[in-house]
């Protein structure tokens, strides 16, 4: 299996590094903290100008034509910065529908996908009941799911598209910790629901493109959290020399360094197999998932920690990682889920 970026994928690489850089600043983030959580112009300069809404899309729906390496690169830039995006449920929703999807409902959703013109929230273990084309049931925890315009839904093998502005749809939008991702809960009275054609694969593509997205941007996170605990160490002086000099804060440095390390390569490792059709594909995205998750995690508590007192204010960006570290750690399915899952794998039962 090859782990080296193509010439072709470093170019994309450094194009959404210095587009996020340059435009997912902390001003624009915190503005959309203080809204839907949300940048839309953002969003809009994503999808028009770098045409990377369609990543993961083949060409013929307007995409892009890219595969998972391409979207964890595009990920891992986007959690450097901690952007306001919607891109995890656009992911998710745009895999489910290539892998499992109707040739009409590709040719209905995927070319608005590729515009950036569509919102997607997914489900995690919902309970829901269909009858006669309709679902009803209380949808709790969905990413963006009080301004989200399409919810996909997936149980016992089969996935449903729900239309969040048709009937029998209500919401309650949710005060939650990462206010770059909030949640909401819908609730569903006999709401119309369009069921994909090949439910598994349908399942197969949305849990790997969100899972992929969200180890991604956690490897970007934590590598983020690190370059500005360093930057910060540098300049900080205390006792007539610069904090980094001392001993005990650049062995937790070095952690951070090493976890990282070892959180790309999960995450690389994971992409790669799903792109190559792998049979160690499911193992790795639960590898990925679990070990990326709890590296952010403990490289945001570092970077809260090795800052001292500034760390923790709110003027200071820390929080703002720090959050988002908790909040990928538990979204679709924490750490012990995904290594449960993987020793499942290894002893040769996938139940």
Known sequence: ?????????VMIADTVRAFFAENATSERTRAAMEGVGIDRDLWAAF???????????????????????????????AGAQVAALPLLGHAMLAQALVRGGAQAQKEQWLPRLAAGEVIATVSWNAAFEVNDGAVSGTIAHLPHGAIAEVLLLHAAGQVWLVDLA???VRRTAHV?????????????????????????????????????CLAAEALGGAQASLGRTVEYAKERVQFGRPIGSFQAYKHRLADMMVEIEQARSAVYWAACAV???????????????????????MCAGNMVQLHGGIGFTWEHDAHIF??????????YGDSQWHREQVAHLVMGDPA
């Open 1 to 9: 299996m090859e782990f080296a970026l193509t010439d072709e994928q």
């Open 176 to 212: 939650t910790m990462d206010q770059t991702r909030p949640l909401a809960t819908v609730t569903l009275d006999a709401a119309p629901a369009e069921m994909l054609e090949n439910g598994a694969a349908a399942i197969d593509g949305l849990q790997a493109a969100g899972w992929i």
């Open 166 to 168: 048709g009937e029998g």
């Open 322 to 331: 720090f959050k988002r570290a908790r909040s990928i750690a538990t979204l």
């Open 47 to 77: 999808a028009g100008e770098l045409g990377l809404a369609g990543i993961g899309i083949p060409e013929g729906f307007g995409g892009a034509g890219l595969g998972m390496v391409e979207l964890a690169v595009v990920a891992e830039a």
């Open 275 to 297: 792109d190559e059709e792998a049979g160690e594909a499911a193992l790795a995205l639960h590898a990925a998932k679990a070990f990326c998750a709890e590296t952010y995690r």
